[in-house]
């Protein structure tokens, strides 16, 4: 019987998080006044930058405290 492991806990690939947090970074300073004005986008980065955070990115949770 094998067990499986939740989405949230699977192994990512090698330096997965660090583009992540370079790609949403990038879009954050680009888009800022369209995150915060539009409801839709603002949940999006939201749950990306949640996943972050679960993960131990200091990127991810500053960036999510400016958000907000």
């Known amino acids: 019987m094998a067990l499986k492991l ?5 192994e990512l690939e090698i330096n997965t998080i660090y583009y992540i947090e370079i790609i949403v970074r990038k879009y954050i300073l680009t888009s ?4 915060r004005t539009t409801l839709q ?5 939201v ?9 131990g990115s200091v990127t991810g949770y500053l960036l999510h405290k400016n958000i907000l």
């Open 6 to 10: 939740s989405p949230r806990r699977e």
């Open 41 to 45: 986008k603002k949940k999006a980065v």
């Open 32 to 35: 800022r006044q369209k995150i």
């Open 47 to 55: 749950s990306i930058l949640n996943f972050l955070v679960e993960r």
